[in-house]
């Protein structure tokens, strides 16, 4: 079985390495190739990946290249984890915006939209690729925004599925609190990558008793902590949100907060700078600590679950993926893609019924539904009206004199990437 991983590059990659080796039954890898053109990252990475891999025992064979449609040619499934303009773009992502008086972040909001416009094109002229030199690969898609890039590849006819780390990480801690293994843990998870909320816990599977009445009743305080909202809030909805609704649920206290401390994109580049020398160290054999506070927590898990569902590892299983919608939520169009639980097998992903949302939930997930439509055309077609219409359809913005601003700023910022602007 062959894989490859676009981004390869990334300081994310040791995670993703060390589930494959760990998790070797589950997924088979014969070859796992890394494509990235940064060749000094990809070196220092490469060898790291084959200092874990012969540490844990593993068999397959890693290489490196920056020759991309080389690097998938006869790949069985591509794992897309890229970033257009690396740490650089997050910055200004994460600063401009707040500006305006809005949230500055990566995935939602005004940055949100720069960082849909710039990589939606790039991965879906990667996609193509893959579709020429390996066209029965499954595409993995870990590249934010999650839900608009995963929209625009499906609209394209690319056999794709959408990954989160968010469930897991949910279903994770969850376990640990109800002191359960994971796999007795199903979350009623619904709705649109980065907003979604906890409707239900169930052990032992969909049809389970629900549990989320408990561990709000005794965790209240260690799950509100974690999202930091306040344990008032969570008990009065019965629910978990996402800890992305909290730039929804607290926007102005968020902007207020962002103001007052360094950029997560700072700490990254920073944090990125010191794992990149541990990697250099040729005794390293393990993904470091450190990794852990990068982000991307049980991503290797779930990329692996999902890879092994693609491929026929151990047949179908039942876990949250970002596919499309085809009536799961029936006030959204088939064509939006939505995260929630699916069955997935080699066919793909198959969305569950899912629970009735409320109408407090889903209103806002119509929202940026409806958003994502645009932002997805701004991305597909360019133009500085487009990017002002989605601007002013996004719930974090919404006016018009804040939309005038933010399209401004978003278009000087982005020039390099945008050969439109």
Known sequence: MKLAVVGGGSTYTPELVDGFARLRDTLPVSELVLIDPAADRLGLIGGLARRIFSRQGHPGRITTTADLDAGVAGADAVLIQLRVGGQAARLQDETWPLECGC????????????????TVPVVLDIAERVRRAAPDAWIIDFTNPVGIVTRALLQAGHKAVGLCNVAIGFQRKFAALLDVTPAEVHLDHVGLNHLTWEL???????????????????????????????????DRLGVVPSYYLRYFLAHDEVVRELGEKPSRAAEVAAMERELLALYADPALDEKPELLARRGGAFYSEAAVDLAAALLGGGGPSVQVVNARNDGTLPFLPDDAVVEVQARVDGSGPVPLPAPRLDPLYAGLVAHVGAYEDLALDAALRGGRDRVFRALLAHPLVGQFDLAEGLTDRLLAHNKEHLPWA
């Open 200 to 234: 239900g816990v169930r052990l032992g599977g969909p049809q389970g008793p629900d549990v989320l009445p408990r561990l709000l009743a005794e965790h209240g305080d260690a799950v509100a902590a974690d999202l930091r909202m306040p344990r008032a809030v969570l």
């Open 103 to 118: 949230v500055g972040q990566e995935t939602t909001g005004a940055g949100g939209l720069a960082k849909a416009l710039r």
